[in-house]
């Protein structure tokens, strides 16, 4: 839509021939000529929206609320944020606005891995805001990683039509609000726009069109460069053939439109293997919920203190993640990957902005106050107790952990020896105490890690696996899979990998047919999902967590929380939890506390 109110039709949007849109949308000519993020946006060459480094607009605000302003506005990382967007290493990916504040009848079902949201509307492309905690904030769990992850940096059809919010004031809506009850309410599910839908703004210029019938081989890319290489087989030919991705800094982002799996690899000649998407801002169009692995690899051990807690008498008992369950990053911007390939240098320097500097990760900490944290993956704990080191109990966690995470899982999943950060000092007279008990976990992206599994150490396995009786009884056909050594790694731990659903059976044969060997591999045994739920079990009957029968959920963390009710927005479930109600702070004292942290903790 232009300033004269003339809609295109979404069949000349489809085609795109000589438009040019300049004043509230895409600004692009053709014949070569380059579309610009700047004129974009429409707002100014060096401007994003929201305008970074935005503060609350009272300092007497609550720290919650406080966040919602400081880490949606934050431009402290010029690697993320550069002055001019047209140096910006990650982008403009797809992005999209609600048209009311609270899109309430947005139900997210659990049930779905995908499915229709909410309708929205398009924005104009845009690298994500920062981010702050997923959930209710007074939640009694957190789960903890290092950073959001950049999804639609990814080739394929994932990456394609993945969006990210980029809210406005428009239509007399606050971006505040709308931001505020996003994060508020989301648990499981990121967004994505149908493929058909954004497959028509693919721009003409630079499209890769395949020559012959053929399908992806290979997709993968190494590190931050918008350029890159993917390998084809065309139809007839026995080689594969190499193609470039010519992308650069400051253009829109090259998609490719194809997996490198089936059922999405095969394309046919004349259709589009690769091109620069820009999706035009202000098109209403239906918004899509897909389940996240990372999300939802919390949800088992979840399900079994739930049932843990109907053995108890709470039948009621409904467990949520968003509601029980909330999830924080360290770092509030996304990147692709946690690496040098994807950061370069700057890693320290993020880091050191996001979690000292600004403090994001404590201030949201010291308002929470979870009963227990899961640290998700050894460089996530590596990474927290470079924060929080002072007031982690860590003569209980190995330095130097010979199975990486699973050696930390085992060490903070020991019921007689818990770990705790600890809190206990004053600011000006007044105390400060908060107790959170400490899991690390492996990580949550991959599914496997949290198969059933033997994990033994090199020599140990090679002492074991040469008895006759490992020879006959861990085989596929009885459910075991030995995985091979590491030719990298020679000191890795070697695996042998159960199937969720047959693993009980397996080894109860494992226990009836060898005894022995089944005592001898008892100690390497892993269910990561049920040693992360023993820990929830033992806070409960030590009185550590306790139960609401009257809302089916799990009760409150101690102290005020006003962030889905105060000046700014209410949110119409409002705040069924005490924590309304209960007195706040004085005046900084969070902050203060915060800034505390940040000087004693490492």
Known sequence: K?????????????????????NFGLYTSFNGALATWATIAGEGENQYVPARSTKSPNTADPMEVKLVYEVTSCGTCKFFWPDDRQKITYGPYTAFDFDINVPYEATR???????????????????????????CRKAPIMTIGINPNLTAF??????????????????NTSLWAKYAWYYRYRSVYQ???????????????????????????ADSRADESPSWTIKVRYAGFADDTTITIPGEVGDFPYMVFYDTFGPNNTFSAGDVIAGRLAVPEG??????????????????TLKEFEDYLKTKGHAKASLQIGEDVSQIDMVACASPHWTEGFLGNQMKTIVNNCTSKNAWVVKQFVQSRPAILYIVSESSWNMF??????????????????????????????????????????????????RT???????????????????????????????????????????????????KHPTYYRVIQLQSNTAEASRAKLQSDCPSLFNQLEPYYYDSHQLMASVLQDMYDKGEMSFDDDKGLLNRTEGACKFCVNQYWQFPAGCPYTNLHQPSPPKDFLDKVAAYIVAQGK
């Open 437 to 487: 008990r400490l899991v690390i976990t492996p990580h949550f992206s991959f599914n496997t890690n949290f198969l059933p599994q033997y994990r033994l150490s090199p020599t140990d396995f090679e002492a074991i696996s040469a008895s006759s009786s490992f020879q006959t009884a861990i085989t596929k056909d009885n459910g075991f899979t030995v995985l091979p050594a590491d030719p």
């Open 385 to 434: 107790y470079d924060i929080f080191g002072r007031f982690v109990e860590k003569g209980k966690i190995s330095s130097h952990p010979a199975d990486q995470s699973y050696t930390l899982l085992r060490e903070t999943t020991n019921l007689a020896n818990p770990v705790y950060l600890n809190f206990d000092f004053k600011i000006d007279g007044v105390p400060f105490k908060s």
């Open 283 to 300: 098109i209403q169009t239906e918004i899509f919920q897909e389940q996240q692995g990372y999300y939802m690899q919390f949800v088992p």
């Open 2 to 22: 232009t300033n004269t109110g003339v809609t295109i039709s979404d069949t000349v949007r489809g085609d795109w021939s000589g438009l040019i849109y300049k």
């Open 191 to 217: 967004e994505k726009l149908s493929l058909d839908f954004v497959k028509k703004y693919i721009l003409p210029d630079g499209r890769i069109i395949a020559p012959h019938d053929g399908m992806i081989v």
């Open 154 to 171: 990814a080739p394929g059809q994932n990456g394609a039509p993945w969006a990210y919010p980029n809210f406005t004031n428009d239509s």
């Open 109 to 135: 079902s659990a049930n779905q891995a995908t499915a229709p949201w909410t309708l929205g509307r398009t924005r104009p492309p845009a690298f994500p805001n920062g981010e702050v905690i997923d959930g």
